[in-house]
Antibody
Framework: QVQLQESGPGLVKPSQTLSLTCTVS??????????WNWIRHHPGKGLEWIGY???????YYNPSLKSRVTISMDTSGSQFSLRLSSVTAADTAVYFC????????????????WGQGTTVVVSS | QSVLTQPPSMSGAPGQTVTISCTGS?????????VHWYQRLPGTAPKLLIY???NRPSGVPGRFSASKSGTSASLAITGLQAEDEADYYC???????????FGGGTKLTVL
């Protein structure tokens, strides 16, 4: 079964760029059928969808973060990445990579596979 | 502030039934987009509890059920158990924002 694992720095300075990678094992997103998401959880608040990428390389972002976010995939089909620029303390959160179904009825299915999450703190 | 509104906290005694609400608008739940529910135990990743408004993934106990009506949805947990103490989140898609939305989460305490 598919497993996801986030990796990256746990501490980022304000105004810098946060970079995280999600490694996919037990399957490959280059076979299609799924969106590969980044979702975060702010301390004491709810979950926030950041964006997702499809295996063909198309990416879709939360409008509130769109100007600062880039999600990309590597050519090996085993990793996808998140870059969030100009971070502030408000970007401190647990970041999850996760999988959801794609297709015309994508909204009918939830996020069925999650990574364990990685904590990122924005502080000088 | 989340566009999907949930009560911040709820509680119930073992064996009781609790119902968690999720209120949206005409551009998300009311537009016909499905509602999903997640359970998050402390220090763990969210777990898909309900998808497509009412469907339980394999392995989710039948004590968990959900419904949807108009611009709202609800998650019911019957026969409450100590292990159900967790945070619960609803999710839906917003057609106006072209974005997934999550509720602010409900912290369930089992007394």
């Amino acid at each position: 079964q598919v497993q996801l694992q986030e990796s990256g720095p746990g501490l980022v300075k304000p105004s810098q760029t946060l970079s995280l990678t999600c490694t996919v094992s037990g399957g490959s997103f280059s076979s299609g059928g799924y969106y590969w998401n980044w979702i975060r959880h702010h301390p004491g608040k709810g979950l926030e969808w950041i964006g997702y990428i499809y295996f063909r390389g198309s990416a879709y972002y939360n409008p509130s973060l769109k100007s600062r976010v880039t999600i990309s995939m590597d050519t090996s089909g085993s990793q996808f990445s998140l870059r969030l620029s100009s971070v502030t303390a408000a970007d401190t959160a647990v970041y999850f990579c996760a999988r959801s179904r794609s297709g015309a009825m994508f909204y009918y299915y939830g996020v069925d596979v999650w990574g364990q999450g990685t904590t990122v703190v924005v502080s000088s | 502030q989340s566009v999907l509104t949930q009560p911040p906290s709820m509680s119930g005694a073992p064996g009781q039934t609790v119902t968690i609400s999720c209120t949206g608008s005409s551009s998300n739940i009311g537009a016909g987009y499905a509602v999903h529910w997640y359970q998050r135990l402390p220090g763990t990743a969210p777990k898909l509890l309900i998808y497509g408004n009412t469907n339980r993934p394999s392995g989710v106990p039948g004590r968990f059920s959900a419904s949807k009506s108009g611009t709202s949805a609800s998650l019911a947990i019957t026969g409450l158990q100590a292990e159900d103490e967790a945070d619960y989140y609803c999710q839906s898609y917003d057609g106006s924002l072209s974005s997934w939305l999550f509720g602010g989460g409900t912290k369930l305490t089992v007394l």
